[in-house]
């Protein structure tokens, strides 16, 4: 019998308690009493993580062995610990018996019986309901003692200020750190003073040599501006200000998308206000937040010339995005943030990447752009080869490749297993024994990969993509040779989500609408791995790539031609197609 516990804690305080110690020496004693071989590598624990959620490392090992058919029976200590919800209970104990793999308790087994069923339902609920009247408990204590300004906001102290160790939340016993807080006060007096800036600040302190907050030794623009802002500094420590909601803004378009939360602020009559130690005057507060506010509404910005690819060029060495910047009359170039940064320069990380022309920059791309809407068949083949299965998502061909090597493994145990009888090693009903558990875990790898060539199938079928890539080409293409600049650079937004400089070497990631209703501008130019927003859920799962020009850098005489090799894409859910993306080199 090929066994598994597993074993949860939701605090760190119970996990240092050694609550979980204890669950995972009753759940072995359990295994041992029944006569059940237990290996290391299949006992899973989370500690410090809530039953809530099913995101959890220890849960997850667990259901991605058990997709394998490597287990049988799982020894969980009670409901509880396998998970609070009710819901997720039954999708957890659903899922693991459609793998040929059991669950049970130690506090009260369960059957098939009704009577069981309905215990465990009852239970769920009642594990629901008092995690849910706890987590409210705690959080209109936790508000009314914010409210009397007993219970300071912080998890962790600002700059400049101390907690007491015995109490870190106390807000009586806060105090000020000498030392900092006349640093803090002269950064509000240093940015008062006339044409000051934030990266100036930061230049006056690297001279200074005091380290940032986090200990570092250069200090960033954001971090100055985060001490500026924070209105404890005049003596209100202030919560409640934000509410979490979906991120409408992205860092990198090269790096992960995240979570796609951030916060939105709140009405002012929400806030709660807790008093602590003050270190500069309410005036001098007001006069610098007065300050921040009109430098960020009259900051310059790279509008006043013509960059088609204007927040679209992101640098292939560093990953970071690209800004426009005119050195001289007529010498317009794309440059990475990652070369001006003072932050990555004093970190020994400056990027190194050339500057990139921004006129040659922009033909290029409009070359190619104009070359893909007159000929839409380059995106046809793309298409076409999509359908051998090269374009698959990296995850599908994981479980694919998983599955396919699990029934090689059985087949082979079934070949060693007739040997073994043919030899007499082993007697008849022993081999009926084993051919019949063999054959039930054969019976659910097939299954599962059945499953898996109907998905693939489905995200597969592009021939309807093609037919409106085709349409929406035939659209556009009559008024690309007279297109004006403005017209031009909505036609760019619109169809290329991203251009990456390597180097000599271009990249143009297209984004093709395909759907019956029209083109529509991207959400913030994300791509499609961008949880939470609804359109990029829709893209299809597949990108080509194909070779194109290069643009020269400044002391180059003409573009190069360079390819690279074929990658597949990032993986999104299958959905109805409504943007199909292409990358050309």
Same mark, same amino acid.
């Given at each position: 019998?090929?066994?598994?516990?597993?074993?949860?804690?939701?605090?760190?305080?119970?996990?240092?308690?050694?609550?979980?110690?204890?669950?995972?020496?009753?759940?072995?004693?359990?295994?041992?009493?029944?006569? =059940?071989?237990?290996?290391?590598?299949?006992?899973?624990?989370?500690?410090?993580?809530?039953?809530?959620?099913?995101? #959890?490392?220890?849960?997850? #090992?667990?259901?991605?062995?058990?997709?394998?058919?490597?287990?049988?029976?799982?020894?969980?200590?009670?409901?509880?610990?396998?998970?609070?919800?009710?819901?997720? @209970?039954? $999708?957890?104990?659903?899922?693991?018996?459609?793998?040929?793999?059991?669950?049970?308790?130690?506090?009260?087994?369960?059957?098939?019986?009704?009577?069981?069923?309905?215990?465990?339902?009852?239970?769920?609920?009642?594990?629901?309901?008092?995690?849910?009247?706890?987590?409210?408990?705690?959080?209109?204590?936790?508000?009314?003692?914010?409210?009397?300004?007993?219970?300071?906001?912080?998890? #962790?102290?600002?700059?400049?200020?101390?907690?007491?160790?015995?109490?870190?939340?106390?807000?009586?016993?806060?105090?000020?750190?000498?030392?900092?807080?006349?640093?803090?006060?002269?950064?509000?007096?240093?940015?008062?003073?006339?044409?000051?800036?934030?990266?100036?600040?930061?230049?006056?302190?690297?001279?200074?040599?005091?380290?940032?907050? &986090?200990?570092?030794?250069?200090?960033?623009?954001?971090?100055? /501006?985060?001490?500026?802002?924070?209105?404890?500094?005049?003596?209100?420590?202030?919560?409640?200000?934000?509410?979490?909601?979906?991120?409408?803004?992205?860092?990198?378009?090269?790096?992960?998308?995240?979570?796609?939360?951030?916060?939105?602020? !709140?009405?002012?009559?929400? =806030?709660?206000?807790?008093?602590?130690?003050?270190?500069?005057?309410?005036?001098?507060?007001?006069?610098?937040?007065?300050?921040?506010?009109?430098? @960020?509404?009259?900051?310059?910005?790279? &509008?006043?010339?013509?960059?088609?690819?204007?927040? $679209?060029?992101?640098?292939?060495?560093?990953?970071?995005?690209?800004?426009?910047?005119?050195?001289?009359?007529?010498?317009?170039?794309?440059?990475? !943030?990652?070369?001006?940064?003072?932050?990555?320069?004093?970190?020994?990380?400056?990027?190194?990447?050339?500057?990139?022309?921004?006129?040659?920059?922009?033909?290029?791309?409009? +070359?190619?752009?104009?070359?893909?809407?007159?000929?839409?068949?380059?995106?046809?083949?793309?298409?076409?080869?999509?359908?051998?299965?090269? =374009?698959?998502?990296?995850?599908?061909?994981?479980?694919?490749?998983?599955?396919?090597?699990?029934?090689?493994?059985?087949?082979?145990?079934?070949?060693?297993?007739?040997?073994?009888?043919?030899?007499?090693?082993?007697?008849?009903?022993?081999?009926? /024994? *084993?051919?019949?558990?063999?054959?039930?875990?054969?019976? &659910?790898? &097939?299954?599962?990969?059945?499953?898996?060539?109907?998905?693939?199938?489905?995200?597969?079928?592009?021939?309807?993509?093609?037919?409106?890539?085709?349409?929406?080409?035939?659209?556009?293409? +009559?008024?690309?040779?007279?297109?004006?600049?403005?017209?031009?650079?909505?036609?760019?937004?619109?169809?290329?989500?991203?251009?990456?400089?390597?180097?000599?070497?271009?990249?143009?990631?297209?984004?093709?609408?395909?759907?019956?209703?029209?083109?529509? !501008?991207?959400?913030?130019?994300? /791509? *499609?791995?961008?949880?939470?927003?609804?359109?990029?859920?829709?893209?299809?799962? =597949?990108?080509?790539?194909?070779?194109?020009?290069?643009?020269?850098?400044?002391?180059?005489?003409?573009?190069?031609?360079?390819? *690279?090799?074929?990658?597949?894409?990032?993986?999104?859910?299958?959905?109805?197609?409504? #943007?199909?993306?292409?990358?050309?080199?």
């Amino acid at each position: 019998m090929r066994t598994a516990v597993y074993a949860r804690v939701s605090t760190t305080r119970q996990a240092q308690a050694q609550t979980i110690e204890q669950q995972l020496d009753r759940l072995r004693a359990a295994a041992a009493e029944r006569g =059940w071989e237990l290996e290391d590598r299949h006992v899973y624990r989370d500690d410090g993580f809530s039953g809530a959620r099913l995101g #959890r490392p220890g849960l997850d #090992r667990l259901r991605d062995h058990a997709a394998l058919a490597d287990l049988d029976v799982v020894l969980v200590a009670a409901p509880d610990r396998l998970a609070r919800n009710y819901v997720h @209970q039954v $999708l957890l104990i659903e899922e693991l018996a459609g793998h040929g793999c059991r669950v049970e308790f130690l506090d009260r087994p369960m059957s098939d019986d009704p009577h069981d069923q309905l215990l465990l339902q009852i239970r769920g609920a009642v594990a629901e309901y008092e995690r849910t009247l706890i987590t409210e408990r705690m959080r209109r204590g936790r508000h009314a003692r914010l409210r009397a300004g007993t219970l300071l906001p912080w998890t #962790r102290p600002p700059f400049g200020y101390r907690l007491d160790p015995d109490r870190p939340r106390d807000a009586a016993a806060v105090r000020t750190e000498p030392g900092e807080a006349a640093l803090v006060a002269q950064l509000f007096d240093w940015y008062l003073q006339p044409q000051a800036t934030l990266y100036q600040l930061t230049t006056r302190l690297a001279a200074l040599g005091a380290a940032s907050p &986090t200990g570092k030794p250069r200090w960033t623009a954001a971090s100055v /501006r985060g001490i500026l802002r924070n209105p404890a500094y005049a003596g209100q420590a202030l919560t409640g200000r934000t509410r979490p909601a979906p991120a409408r803004l992205r860092k990198s378009a090269l790096q992960p998308a995240g979570p796609g939360i951030t916060h939105a602020p !709140r009405p002012e009559q929400d =806030w709660i206000a807790v008093p602590v130690p003050p270190v500069v005057s309410e005036e001098i507060f007001a006069q610098v937040q007065a300050k921040l506010d009109t430098n @960020q509404q009259g900051a310059a910005r790279n &509008t006043r010339h013509e960059y088609l690819l204007r927040a $679209l060029v992101s640098c292939g060495a560093c990953r970071l995005a690209c800004t426009g910047r005119q050195l001289n009359p007529g010498y317009r170039y794309y440059l990475c !943030r990652g070369r001006t940064d003072p932050l990555r320069a004093a970190e020994g990380r400056r990027c190194t990447a050339r500057y990139i022309p921004a006129g040659q920059l922009d033909d290029l791309v409009w +070359a190619d752009l104009c070359a893909l809407l007159t000929d839409p068949a380059q995106v046809t083949r793309a298409l076409t080869r999509a359908q051998d299965g090269a =374009w698959l998502p990296q995850e599908l061909q994981a479980r694919q490749a998983a599955i396919r090597q699990a029934l090689g493994q059985l087949d082979r145990q079934q070949q060693r297993l007739l040997d073994a009888y043919l030899a007499e090693i082993i007697g008849l009903p022993e081999l009926q /024994r *084993k051919r019949h558990d063999l054959d039930r875990r054969h019976a &659910t790898l &097939t299954a599962q990969q059945r499953q898996l060539d109907a998905t693939a199938g489905q995200r597969l079928e592009l021939q309807a993509t093609a037919d409106g890539i085709e349409r929406f080409c035939q659209t556009v293409r +009559a008024g690309l040779a007279t297109a004006t600049f403005e017209q031009r650079r909505l036609l760019t937004e619109l169809l290329i989500d991203r251009v990456i400089v390597t180097d000599d070497q271009v990249e143009i990631r297209y984004v093709l609408p395909t759907s019956p209703k029209g083109p529509h !501008r991207p959400f913030c130019q994300l /791509r *499609k791995d961008h949880l939470g927003d609804f359109r990029y859920a829709e893209w299809p799962p =597949w990108t080509s790539r194909r070779s194109s020009r290069n643009p020269p850098a400044p002391d180059q005489a003409g573009p190069k031609a360079a390819a *690279k090799d074929q990658r597949p894409a990032t993986p999104s859910p299958a959905k109805p197609a409504c #943007r199909a993306q292409q990358t050309r080199r």
